[in-house]
DNA sequence: GCCAACGTTGGC
DNA sequence: GCCAACGTTGGC
């Protein structure tokens, strides 16, 4: 099982719009590098860290995990949408949509400079200067590091 | 293939 | 709202 880290402006979607629909089409991701994560590695049971950006304070709002594997995304072919892409043709798909179900909410959102305070998570790519990918690996010791301070346990 | 211009992300 | 960082585009 992987462990990642996603990302989302919580006044579009939060983990709150999550809880309610239990599942969701993770469409609209329109980054290279983040979709050949989706694509190729992510696999159903694979655990997410929930993460808030552009928010008050940004951080890791709670936990999801992945319920179905890559498959086109139907964003892409909708001319009136946000996310249409004209050169993704519905023959041969530049990109590609995971679902991610609800797990849980943490009691309080985890901050950045919370994470940040906690020397174990220094290597932590979302901490590092500069990253923007929406969608990024975590490594099971940080996954496990994270979830212990927001207090919540990732169920087996 | 280089790289300047431009657009986007996202913390602050 | 600012702006650093970084990805993408397109002229050459």
């Not at 939060?14 to 050949?36: F, S, T």
């Not at 694509?39 to 709002?61: C, I, Q, T, W």
């Not at 975590?138 to 346990?153: L, P, Q």
């Amino acid at each position: 099982m992987k462990y990642w880290l996603m990302k989302s402006e919580p006044d579009e979607y939060g983990i709150e719009h999550l809880r309610k629909d239990r599942i969701e089409m993770w469409g609209g991701v329109r980054n290279y590098q983040a979709r050949n994560f989706m694509r190729d590695e992510m696999k159903v049971g694979d655990a997410v860290l929930f993460y808030h950006s552009n928010a008050d304070p940004s951080g890791v709002a709670g936990l999801a995990r992945i319920s179905g594997e890559a498959e086109p995304d139907p964003t892409a072919f909708d001319p009136q949408g946000d996310y249409f892409d004209p050169k993704s043709d519905p023959e041969n798909p530049r990109w590609v949509a995971v679902k991610v179900e609800y797990v849980a909410t943490f009691p309080s959102v985890l901050s950045l400079a919370a994470l940040r305070e906690n020397p174990k998570l220094a290597e932590m790519l979302v901490l590092r200067k500069g990253q923007r990918l929406s969608v990024q690996p975590v490594s099971a010791a940080h996954f496990k590091e994270v979830c212990r301070m927001g207090k919540v346990d990732f169920p087996r």
